[in-house]
T-cell receptor, first 117, second 111 residues
Framework: GAVVSQHPSWVICKSGTSVKIECRSL??????MFWYRQFPKQSLMLMAT?????????EQGVEKDKFLINHASLTLSTLTVTSAHPEDSSFYIC?????????????FGPGTRLTVT | GEDVEQSLFLSVREGDSSVINCTYT??????LYWYKQEPGAGLQLLTY?????DMKQDQRLTVLLNKKDKHLSLRIADTQTGDSAIYFC???????????FGGGTRLMVKP
């Protein structure tokens, strides 16, 4: 099946620094990637939809200047948390939709746990 | 906006059947999904159902959809300890875009 990887799997950073999280589709091309955030014991919340070669579409309440998304190729999307603060600590999960696959299926990455101290 | 709700917790004994329930409010939902999340991991798509279907069976998994009541259920037959995880239901529109997830049901399987 389609595989999506995320790097790093976990990261600890100091308040005020920026952190970049990568999401890669390993064996397929993804025109669309999605970024989710999951708080402990809670559900996933969609942050933004990223289309290759165009600007990401952010969900209401998500600061686009804080969560920078770049989808420069068909296999890579990055999420940069700028000037991170402790409240940004969370589990970030990406998903990717296959270019030629079914619209209904998204493949999820294993997630990146971010801790801001 | 759309709302998807699930019960928080379910405990069953190994070998029994598990039934996880989900309700949703968006009548335009076209696809409904069940995902499994093990501790510290991402989501694994278990199965999905189109809104024009009533039932779908895939090995030990049976999905039932009552579109009138906007109720979705996942039945796991012969539940095993390896089935212990959090199960999320989700719905999307006909473009397969934005998924709206329920809060997740934590399934605990006792040996």
């Amino acid at each position: 099946g389609a595989v999506v990887s995320q790097h790093p799997s976990w990261v600890i950073c100091k308040s005020g620094t920026s952190v970049k999280i990568e999401c890669r589709s390993l064996d397929f091309q993804a025109t669309t990637m999605f970024w989710y955030r999951q708080f402990p014991k809670q559900s996933l919340m969609l942050m933004a939809t990223s289309n290759e070669g165009s600007k990401a579409t952010y969900e209401q309440g998500v600061e686009k200047d804080k969560f920078l998304i770049n989808h420069a190729s068909l296999t890579l999307s990055t999420l940069t948390v700028t000037s991170a603060h402790p409240e940004d600590s969370s589990f970030y999960i990406c998903s990717a939709r296959d270019l030629v696959g079914s619209l209904y299926e998204q493949y999820f990455g294993p997630g990146t746990r971010l801790t801001v101290t | 906006g759309e709302d998807v709700e699930q019960s928080l917790f379910l405990s069953v004994r190994e070998g029994d059947s598990s039934v996880i329930n989900c309700t949703y409010t968006d009548s335009s939902s076209t696809y409904l999904y069940w995902y499994k999340q093990e501790p510290g991991a991402g989501l694994q798509l278990l199965t999905y159902i189109f809104s024009n279907m009533d039932m779908k069976q895939d090995q030990r998994l049976t999905v039932l959809l009552n579109k009138k009541d906007k109720h979705l259920s996942l039945r796991i037959a012969d539940t095993q300890t390896g089935d212990s995880a959090i199960y999320f239901c989700a719905e999307s529109d006909n473009a397969g875009n934005m998924l709206t997830f329920g809060g997740g049901t934590r399934l605990m399987v006792k040996p």
